[in-house]
């Protein structure tokens, strides 16, 4: 079982040395091969020394197309290293088979040329146990997002497996109370374990306990009759912006219904 | 294998639940307008319990659509079953949730408790001559043995069919596939496979369990929906296309995508 990641040979050209280097030593702390362009060696190797998981590779082969699997059969392993084409939007799935297998797989962080996504990959083997928890860290991935953003020019999808901004964000009622009674309910995996934060949301789906909550965050006491008035607030404007409310967003309303509050009386 | 599979799309009710989606009373019927026009079988329109206005748009929501069964998805408590018949539905979903985990945190019962409380919604529903349908929430960390404590419990409801939720996202194609398999032995009614992506797997576990013989799948327009989503629409019809009928087209499928991005802000729309 091996992965190789093949992000950093799929980088627009004209890139900033100092992020190319920060992106080979971020790749580096993951449980893969990092595979770079030769012609970028000289200046990973003045920058620092070279990792040993990594290599320089001159040519990448072309990308296998995806023939739709077959998950009851058995896998034979191919005996090459694996590079799915993600045509079908399942090449994560096809890399993890081949995986299972005990085969070899070529992969890129966030799907870059549309292949499998190593931070998909590298998670479900996670979940399911073929990383142990001890030697596994995952928390530099919100680093490699960052970086990887920057070199792009791409924007991870907030709602991106593993490391999309939002996943972690709970709005609706019974979603927030489930995750305060217990956060492994509508959770995978912790949001620590990919180096992020749970974060509560408010916004057309919010109940009472969401604000009571965000309130307890910012440690704010409001009355009942407050509460239902920001509730009422947050839900409108939610449903009229089609997204949740930002913090600053929200710390205006709650200032808005502090002096109409004061007014009255 | 079986030569057809249903989609139940599950836009308007778990997509429409999660952080920054939010539809009008026009949107809803619209996006249940044209997923009816293309052939989807069944619309799970909405959540009754949500209160009255969200009975009378499911309500409208059923009057629009001519081909689609509107179903309305309920948790496992009484009263959201009577707030169901306001909706006059087709089908009456009701989700049971049975990983011990969910069964002590949050419904804070014991196993036997659920079972009772399960016999006696469904009883009501059946009572009111609405079709139901059972759904095992967070089935991929239950355990089997008490899956099966089910069928014969469920034996006198006759449920349309059963869905098995990955609720979390955290089963593989491999796991989805054997353990739609090892449902399918003990299981005498349709399994309809429900699929999270949080680990980028969605479509494909929705594949595998139609390869396992489930006859219905669930997916969500763009694939919305809490965390990282659900199975996508249009993705799970290519995939499915050319293997198994479904009745949508990709063309039909791309069309409804479409005209769905006016409905989302861009987080989803470029997602």
Sequence with gaps: MQIYDCTLCFLPDNFKVELYVGLYKALCQLPVIVEYPLETEELLKKADSLYPNSKAIIVLPPQDTTAIPVFGETKEVLGRVLFPFDDLGIAGAIALRELEADGEVRTAFGGLHNTA??????????VKGRLSPKTTDFTIMPKISTLWQELTGKKIPTHKAVIGGEIFAVESGIHVDGI???PELYEPFTPEAVGMKRKIVVGSHSGHVSIREKLKEYKIYCSEGMIDGLLTYVQTEGRRLKRHLTDEEFLTALGEEYAKRSSYS | MRNEVHIVDTTLRDGAQSPGIAFTEEERLDIAA??????????EAGVPAMGPAEQKTILKIKQRCSKAQIAVWNRLVINDIKESFECLPDIIHISVPVSDNQIQYKLKKNRNEVKRTLQECAYLAKCYGYPISIGFEDA??????FLAEFMVLLNEYEPTHIRYADTVGILT???TFEKIRRLKCFCPYSIEFHGHNDLGLATANTLAAVQAGAALVD???????ERAGNSDFLQTVRLLDGLISCGISIREAVAVQDIF???VSDEWRNG
């Design chain 2, 219 to 225: 997916t969500t327009i763009l694939g919305i929906g």
């Design chain 2, 140 to 145: 991929s960390r239950a355990d089997e043995a």
């Design chain 1, 117 to 126: 996504a190593t931070e998909e990959v590298l998670m479900a083997l996670y």
């Design chain 2, 261 to 263: 991005k006016n409905y």
């Design chain 1, 180 to 182: 305060l009674k217990n």
């Design chain 2, 173 to 175: 194609p491999a796991q």
């Design chain 2, 34 to 43: 044209i997923l009816d026009n293309c052939g989807v079988q069944i619309i």
